[in-house]
């Protein structure tokens, strides 16, 4: 290895980047908009759930039940349709999520201490949501149905259990807690693998890959000297969004920044081995593209735990998230950046880091220098 | 005519000459959907938990029972104090942590009400979040079930009975409230926009990148022509993905597809006027594939996937992104996804969203037709 | 029987504050060949650009077949073929199926398309290689088939922009012979180029510097420049420093280098001969040989852009004096 050498071909790469400010400033700025919309715009928490009332009974009992249901903050009443709307068109364009359906004569039918029912119509179209909803619409229900019996209940103790949940690490459930960590290993991969590969099959295309062939380069020289500069620009990714989530949103890194940064290099490392590797398979950018966003950005966004619980997937799914760096990364960094935790704590999920960059590497090598690329 | 057709005839020979991109734009999609839509699944079970029961009595076990018996949770240890739990949560091992007191039996016992406690990794603050849930609605059921068991004494003290609400719950269109119902349509989406934006895009400026546009320009070929042949075969591909995917997620998914193929079709050829329009576009601002692709999949599809309520309410939203979305196309199409799919929708319910498409369409479009000229100068 | 292919009546093309061509009129007439001729950047594409109707003019008028560069360009883009030495073919297609799809953009159908691309093939000497995949192809054959391509419709105007550009000299010639015979039937090819050899080829040659139009004519009649004055080709050890000497003197009216000699431009033959042994040997740089030549194009284009130079900074003198 010629330090010399190896700084040209860097160098050059790095122009090449600054030349570009249009994917330059992707790179930089995409990981920030994406910690805005998370941070800002997007979260599973349910609130304003839009809420149709039919009330047929127009009792004192049925006004409770409605206001209980306004009064939680969760729903916002839309509507009162009167008797004999098709309630399912409510529901169908999206004027309503859920139609709460109180039947005449449940005042009188309570009274009587017979049991009274009413419906909660809902879209269940959005299962996640309709779930939450129901959980919502039980419990005040519920609630509805203590109080009625303590209030009745004169001398006899009713006791039911007090819960008291208690969150560690990110006590109000932020999202933007979790979504920080996930959100690092997601555009690490995206922008390590897809520049890389696009960068190597470029010069494919361009006829300049043969040109650098000819020189005196070594095939070593030539991958460390592109993946210099990338490495380069992700890590300025990673501050920016530490940045961003320090500032914008109050997530602080509880734990050592060496760790992180020495856990953030090793999965950057396998990362661009892994472009590279890419790009010793394919001839085209379109192809690269292809092929980088299917194999990196799909995984790390849905096998890796940044979204979607792992734990709920078929096993199948679960055995390929094995293989997926990005679900090990997540967890040591949740670890340093959240619980404070270090390295040490995670010496499962660093190994495998490890041997998946050396194992993406040596396959990048052993193709880029057999091949005639 | 003739020009256009020979125009949409090289873009097939180009497309079945690039031996890998055909399977890119079929195999692509179909894994995408398969990952999707057994991977999309925010419902959570199996938290692993861990025990710490100090008080281990009849009572505290049927409530332990009660955890393990419900599916959600995968007990995984067990501490004799809360002291101890730590590692637990730090490693990962646990996600949450069930403390009943030693005083449990004897609160109940009393007619005091016993304290519960639970305490969970917020780092993964979706399930956690879900988990508490879960906990709660447990802890609360096992208190309903033991105030419902004092009923019969209550109400032979007062000597009536005590009426009860009961809430019956009805779900439309997906009763079982399966996520995956929710998300799989949204993969048809994302395709669509994969391979009538992002691909398209990158073709066009590929000709920019080798020099044939220009030739292209000297030739009779009027610019829609040069256009329309381009986009053909991405529309064709597009279609067939439709095909396919409908195929796949009523087949191998059974979500079922309620309303009518054809309506989906044909709202489906709108929305593609969007992204080839969108496509297009990016092509006429960059001068390299790799500035179209970055431009595709960051500026425009990443963000119109999170905002179009594809994967997240869009009720949740801040009202600025609320608004914002409303010139999202993708928003319109996943209304009409759904409606189609799950609702059984027909045009009399899903004509704003065909309406707004319409006019996006129309307006990118254009947009786009005259950057497109423009940019040949 | 002087009909015009080509008219440019002051056409200007400006990228913001670039002037790309700068006032520039010609006429290009029918059947010929018609060079220009002018280093990099010196607004030839440009201006072939704007006969294809690729650019717009920015002022100006331009003519091609009688049709207008900036309302016509939809008609005149049917009766004219383009090439550019990036071969603009699609790499990915076949010979075939790249001539398919000219000839269909072109419009053309039945027995003529079947004929046109028989035609190409044997024009192109491509024979029995109709199913190989372009990218695979040589230079000179890829050159050979971008032509083809670009007059399967028979065009009465082709422009070549650098069509020989990259292209062994075999092929070149081959190239040339080719342009010589489409000339022969008619056509009107306008070619730029920096190689002089090929220049020397044309019917008519136009030089462009920096965007301005300095001379148009027949080879011979460039050469007039030089009419009652003489070229001494001048061979001295330090020809550098003796250029930098003879600038300097009033008699002679050119001094530039070319290769290791020096070509002076003087009055008279013999008077010039006697004044540089003299001066050159004072300085004890005596030259080994000076002989009299016959201008060259090389020498037409270098006084030229001299001139132009001279002229142009006359012009930036005077306007500096104004403004102060």
């Not at chain 1, 992700?234 to 940064?261: D, E, K, M, P, Q």
């Not at chain 1, 050396?358 to 091949?371: C, D, F, N, P, Q």
């Not at chain 2, 399977?23 to 839509?37: E, N, S, T, W, Y």
């Amino acid at each position: 290895m010629s330090p010399r050498k190896l700084w040209s071909v860097a160098w050059k790469e790095l122009i090449q980047s600054a030349r570009d400010p249009l994917s330059l400033g992707m790179l930089l700025g995409v990981p920030c908009m994406m910690l805005l919309l998370y941070g800002y715009a997007l979260s599973f928490d349910v609130r304003h759930i839009r809420l149709a009332v039919q009330d047929n009974d127009k009792s004192v009992a049925s006004r409770d039940l409605i206001a209980s249901f306004v009064n939680s903050t969760y729903f916002d009443l839309v509507a009162t349709p009167p008797p004999g709307t098709d309630l399912e068109k409510l529901t169908a364009r999206r004027t309503a999520k859920a139609v709460l359906v109180i039947p005449e004569r449940t005042a009188e039918n309570l009274a009587a201490g017979r049991t009274a029912q009413v419906q909660l119509l809902l879209d269940g179209s959005d299962s996640n949501m309709a779930a939450t909803i129901l959980g919502y619409a039980n419990a005040l229900v519920a609630a509805a149905n203590v109080t009625r019996l303590t209030e009745a209940g004169g001398k006899i103790a009713l006791a039911p259990i007090d819960f008291e949940p208690r969150v560690w690490y990110n006590p109000d459930l932020d999202s933007t807690h979790f979504l920080v960590p996930g959100l690092i290993g997601f555009i690490l991969m995206l922008t390590a693998v897809l520049s890389t590969a696009l960068s190597v099959v470029r010069e494919k295309e361009r006829g300049t890959m043969e040109q650098i062939r000819v020189t005196s380069l070594k095939p070593g020289e030539l991958i460390v000297g592109k993946t210099l500069p990338y490495l380069g620009i992700s890590l300025s990714a990673t501050v920016l969004i530490l940045l961003a989530a320090r500032f914008l949103f109050g997530v602080a890194v509880t734990g050592s920044y060496l760790h992180l940064f020495a856990a953030t290099l090793i999965y950057l490392i396998g990362a661009l081995g892994f472009g590279l590797l890419i790009s010793s398979m394919v001839d085209t950018q379109a192809m690269a593209f292809q092929a980088g966003s299917l194999a990196s950005m799909l995984p790390a966004i849905f096998l890796s735990g940044f979204i979607f619980p792992l734990r709920s997937m078929p096993w199948p799914l679960q055995w390929i998230s094995y293989a997926v760096p990005a679900r090990y990364f997540n967890v040591v960094l949740r670890g340093v950046i959240l619980k404070g935790a270090g390295l040490e704590s995670y010496p499962r999920d660093v190994g495998f880091l490890l041997l998946y960059a050396t194992v993406v590497l040596v396959l990048a090598y052993v193709r880029l220098s057999r091949k005639e690329v | 005519m003739q020009a256009l057709l020979s125009m949409i005839r090289k873009e097939f020979q180009q497309l079945r000459q690039d031996r890998k991109m055909i399977p890119a734009m079929i195999v692509g999609p179909v894994i995408q959907l398969i990952v999707l839509g057994f991977a999309a699944n925010l419902d959570v079970n199996h938290i692993p938990l861990v025990l710490v029961d100090q008080d281990r009595t009849p009572a505290s076990r049927a409530l332990v029972d009660r955890f393990t018996g419900s599916g959600y949770f995968d007990l995984v240890g067990s501490e004799e104090t809360a002291q101890t739990i730590e590692p637990w949560l730090v490693e990962g091992k646990a996600q949450i942590a069930l403390v009943i007191p030693s005083s449990y039996g004897e609160d109940l016992a009393a007619g005091r009400p016993p304290k519960v406690q639970a305490i969970a990794d917020g780092t993964d603050s979706n399930s956690s979040g879900l988990g508490l849930g879960y906990v709660s609605q447990i802890v609360s059921g096992e208190g309903a079930e033991l105030v419902a068991a004092k009923r019969p004494l209550l109400e032979k003290t007062i000597g009536k009975p005590v009426g009860e609400l009961e809430l019956v719950p009805r779900v439309w269109y997906n009763p079982d409230l399966r996520s995956r119902w929710f998300y799989v349509p949204a993969v048809l989406a994302m395709v669509l926009m994969l391979v009538t934006m992002i691909l398209p895009s990158m073709a066009v400026v590929k000709e920019k990148e080798i020099g044939t546009l220009e030739q292209l320009i000297v030739t009779p070929l009027r610019p829609w022509q040069i256009i329309l042949g381009k986009l053909t075969p991405f529309v064709v591909v597009g279609m067939l993905d439709l095909c396919l995917i409908t195929g796949l997620v009523t087949g191998l998914f059974k979500v079922p597809l309620r309303g009518s193929f054809l309506l989906l079709v044909a709202l489906t050829f709108l929305f593609l006027m969007t992204t080839l329009g969108l496509g297009l576009l990016v092509s006429s601002l960059v001068r390299t594939q790799q500035q179209a692709m970055g431009f595709c999949v960051y500026v425009l599809m990443v963000p119109m996937i999170y905002l179009s309520g594809l994967i997240f309410p869009i009720e949740n939203m801040p009202h600025g992104f609320q608004v914002a979305s409303t010139v999202i196309p993708v928003r319109y199409y996943a209304n009409i996804l759904r409606g189609i799919f799950l609702k059984g929708a027909g045009i009399d319910v899903l004509w704003p969203d065909a309406l707004a498409l319409l006019i996006i369409g129309t307006t990118v479009l254009t947009l786009a037709s005259l950057r497109f000229r423009k940019s040949l100068d | 029987m002087d009909n015009k292919a080509i008219e440019a009546d002051r056409l200007v093309k400006r990228f913001g504050a670039f002037v790309a061509v700068d006032d520039v009129t010609l006429d290009v007439r029918e059947g010929e060949v018609f060079g220009l001729l002018g280093s990099n950047g010196a607004g030839k594409s440009t201006l072939i650009r704007m006969f294809c109707g690729l650019l717009t003019p920015t002022s100006g008028k331009g003519l091609v077949l009688g049709l207008d560069i900036g309302r016509q360009s939809e008609a005149i883009r049917r009766r004219i073929g383009y090439m550019t030495q990036r071969f603009s073919l699609y790499d990915d297609l076949t010979v075939r199926q790249n001539l398919d799809f000219y000839s269909g953009v072109y419009g053309l159908r039945g027995k003529e398309r079947g004929d046109r691309i028989a035609w190409a093939i044997k024009m192109a000497n491509l024979g029995g290689k109709e199913s190989l995949v372009t990218r695979s192809l040589p230079g000179g054959w890829k050159q050979r088939l971008a032509l083809a391509c670009a007059v399967l419709h028979r065009p009465q105007v082709v422009f070549l922009d650098e069509p020989t550009g990259g292209v062994d000299p075999i092929s070149r010639r081959r190239f040339w012979t080719l342009i010589d015979e489409m000339s022969g039937e008619g056509v009107t090819l306008i070619v730029t180029t920096h190689y002089l050899d090929e220049a020397e080829r044309c019917d008519r040659i136009a030089l462009m510097h920096a965007g301005r139009l300095l001379a148009v004519g027949t080879v011979p009649e460039m050469k007039q420049v030089f009419a009652g004055r003489a070229i001494l080709e001048v061979h001295c050890p330090r020809f550098l420093e003796a250029q930098e000497h003879l600038d300097r003197e009033s008699w002679v009216l050119e001094a530039s280098v070319f290769g290791d000699r020096l070509h002076v431009v003087v009055t008279d033959a013999q008077d010039g001969r006697r004044r540089i042994l003299e001066l050159l040997e004072r300085e004890g740089n005596t030259p080994a040989a000076i002989e009299r030549i016959v201008p060259s194009l090389e020498d037409v284009f270098i006084h030229s852009i001299e001139q132009d130079d001279l002229s142009s900074g006359k012009a930036d003198h005077s306007g500096k004096k104004e403004r102060s």
